[in-house]
């Protein structure tokens, strides 16, 4: 610990080697700065290899499901048969952190409640109680610094650890897991796309929400129209095609335009919407840490298994040019849009392809053009195939 706390000193706790792509995950905030360079998914990208150290193998990249998905023993759709009150979706997430803190399998769960006086104001905290866990329920869509309280895991004496994280959050756990001294981990991850700062998060809320300061929580979801849930419990839709392309363009952090871990690879266990049907979750058992971890909560669980239908190719290759022309549809025309889409367009875990496909494209075409000097060592092979299929524009 000391040569750590020494490193610390001399870097300085607000450094970012990363700079503007830091994804402000909290490594750079404690002393395992001192790993930064070989752990930070912005510096040294290591997916497939991380893949290979943590599944037992990296993904099988002749198998459509690996590609998109990652490694993983199962997937499923699911949801809580008795859903918990308040809970962004049923609860799957904070029920697994309170049950395997309730069986003893883990003394503490590194999750993200709420800033006393900014409901979206991420703060990291080490739960040692399940209604600690519980304070943490609901998504917080702006960049937070969860490994901020790994120094805190180290002075608490903890051996056994669950830590909830997105993408870029649990690549850098991943690399310095065996620094900090537990004698197990288990990873519960969610998907994560799209992240903003705080500021970012506001511009987005203004622009798009009919009554922004009332919002509780929202979602881009599967009848691709973001959902805005209100104080009162009233839920309000906005088109994705009607969305203010122009002025949110630049609102997503620079590392969030370039991640290429949408599904969060490195997770033991990944809970999120993209690839169920509408009101389910999808979950991603990856290994047998992660089977453990479901295992749990197995009983309180409505479970059927994953599906897909439509083709996400056309509606893809259309977004590329709309997107990068900053393409705003009449209100009108966007629901009508929608509704089609709805209809006829991709579900399930096809939708989950045309989302990743989306994103993966987008990402690209950012590296390229912004970061061109690092486009070769930093998107994944993975990536650079679903990109393939796709006619990019020549600049």
Request: net charge neutral; with cysteine; hydrophobic share 40%.
């Given at each position: ?163 909830i994280g997105v993408g870029c959050q ?139 239908a439509g083709d996400r190719r056309e ?81």
């Amino acid at each position: 610990m000391a040569e750590h706390r020494k490193a610390r000193g001399q870097v300085g706790a607000k450094h970012r080697p990363a700079k503007a792509l830091c994804s402000e995950c909290g490594l750079c905030d404690t002393y395992y700065i001192h790993y930064v360079k070989e752990s930070c998914a912005f510096l040294t990208q290591r997916l497939e290899e991380l893949e290979e150290r943590t599944h037992g193998r990296s993904r099988d990249l002749t198998q459509e499901d690996d590609l998109y998905f990652g490694v993983h023993q199962e997937m499923m759709a699911a949801r809580k048969t008795e859903p918990i009150a308040g809970a962004q979706w049923t609860g799957i997430v904070s029920a697994i952190a309170m049950t395997m803190l309730e069986q003893g399998l883990v003394e503490g769960v590194v999750c993200v409640q709420s800033q006393p006086d900014d409901r979206f104001g991420p703060k990291p905290v080490l739960a040692r109680t399940p209604a600690e866990i519980l304070a943490a329920k609901v998504n917080k869509p702006t960049l937070s610094p969860n490994l901020s309280v790994l120094e805190e895991v180290e002075r608490s004496g903890l051996k056994r650890l669950l830590v909830i994280g997105v993408g870029c959050q649990v690549q850098a756990l991943r690399a310095v897991q065996d620094k900090l001294g537990l004698e197990k981990l288990y990873v519960l991850g969610t998907p994560c796309v799209d992240n903003v700062t705080r500021a970012g998060l506001q511009k987005f809320l203004e622009t798009t929400s009919r009554s922004p300061d009332t919002v509780v929580h929202y979602e881009f979801m599967q009848d691709f129209n973001v959902h805005f849930k209100h104080e009162d419990g009233s839920v309000e839709k906005v088109p994705f095609f009607g969305l203010n392309t122009k002025e949110l363009k630049e609102v997503f952090a620079p590392s969030c335009m370039t991640c290429f871990d949408y599904v969060n690879s490195l997770a033991d266990l990944v809970v999120g919407y993209m690839g169920a049907p509408f009101g389910w979750q999808w979950i991603a058992v990856r290994n047998e840490t992660g089977a453990e971890m479901l295992a749990t909560v197995r009983d309180q669980l409505t479970v059927q298994m994953v599906s897909a239908a439509g083709d996400r190719r056309e509606a893809v290759q259309q977004g590329i040019a709309a997107y990068d022309q900053a393409v705003t549809l009449p209100l009108w025309l966007a629901w009508l849009v929608g509704f089609v889409v709805q209809k006829f367009g991709p579900k399930g875990l096809e939708y989950a392809r045309f989302s990743i496909d989306s994103h993966f494209v987008r990402n690209y075409l950012y590296v390229k053009r912004h970061y061109p000097q690092k486009l070769v060592a930093h998107v994944p092979e993975y990536a650079r195939r679903l990109v393939s299929r796709y006619r990019l524009p020549e600049k």
